[in-house]
T-cell receptor, first 117, second 108 residues
Framework: GAVVSQHPSRVICKSGTSVKIECRSL??????MFWYRQFPKQSLMLMAT?????????EQGVEKDKFLINHASLTLSTLTVTSAHPEDSSFYIC?????????????FGPGTRLTVL | QKEVEQNSGPLSVPEGAIASLNCTYS??????FFWYRQYSGKSPELIMS????GDKEDGRFTAQLNKASQYVSLLIRDSQPSDSATYLC????????FGPGTRLSVLP
């Protein structure tokens, strides 16, 4: 149980185009979904937290107009990187939170590797 | 700023030995504690969660929590080369905060 999928797994695009990444919780309803970015040999960086039906909460320094997050249902969140540039090339990982009585375990999707040419 | 700290490593242990990974956190109100394993180029995978003081064992893994000292650890017994990865400590209080990770290398 607690499987999270992400699509696509890898994308290469030209500078200036927009890329949409989907994150789905397959066998549970996720109250909260998170989006992370990870550069090579660096730690996870939380970009934003989203709850179904409400606006995402972005971390300091993350441009909300550039990284559009839509959390349409309890099983689907999307991240759109608008007007992507080479510096946006990174490993984007989503996670979904499964409420427990005393904690909120996060389960991660497999990640999307974005390369902007 | 709520923080979670880990030694970055690399921590090198011989195959069959016990690997000990440590984590400290600053938010005394934290309620839930997690260990994730991340292989290079892959996303993190949850391996242990612990909520109360003491030890929790799952196979070769033992998580230890001491809330008074704000300390959580992960022990890996009979370490295998396949355990070589980065281990992330995560703490949930008001927010979910990840540590920077400790890179473990198990030498054959």
């Amino acid at each position: 149980g607690a499987v999270v999928s992400q699509h696509p797994s890898r994308v290469i695009c030209k500078s200036g185009t927009s890329v949409k990444i989907e994150c789905r919780s397959l066998d549970f309803q996720a109250t909260t979904m998170f989006w992370y970015r990870q550069f090579p040999k660096q730690s996870l960086m939380l970009m934003a937290t989203s709850n179904e039906g409400s606006k995402a909460t972005y971390e300091q320094g993350v441009e909300k107009d550039k990284f559009l997050i839509n959390h349409a249902s309890l099983t689907l969140s999307t991240l759109t990187v608008t007007s992507a540039h080479p510096e946006d090339s990174s490993f984007y990982i989503c996670s979904a939170s499964l409420d427990r009585v005393r904690g909120n375990e996060q389960f991660f999707g497999p990640g999307t590797r974005l390369t902007v040419l | 700023q709520k923080e979670v700290e880990q030694n970055s490593g690399p921590l090198s242990v011989p195959e069959g030995a016990i690997a000990s990974l440590n984590c400290t956190y600053s938010d005394r109100g934290s309620q839930s504690f997690f260990w994730y394993r991340q292989y290079s180029g892959k996303s993190p995978e949850l391996i242990m969660s612990i909520y109360s003081n003491g030890d929790k064992e799952d196979g070769r893994f033992t998580a230890q929590l001491n809330k008074a000292s704000q300390y959580v650890s992960l022990l890996i017994r009979d370490s295998q080369p396949s355990d070589s990865a980065t281990y992330l400590c995560a703490v949930y209080g008001q927010n979910f905060v990840f540590g920077p990770g400790t890179r473990l290398s198990v030498l054959p």
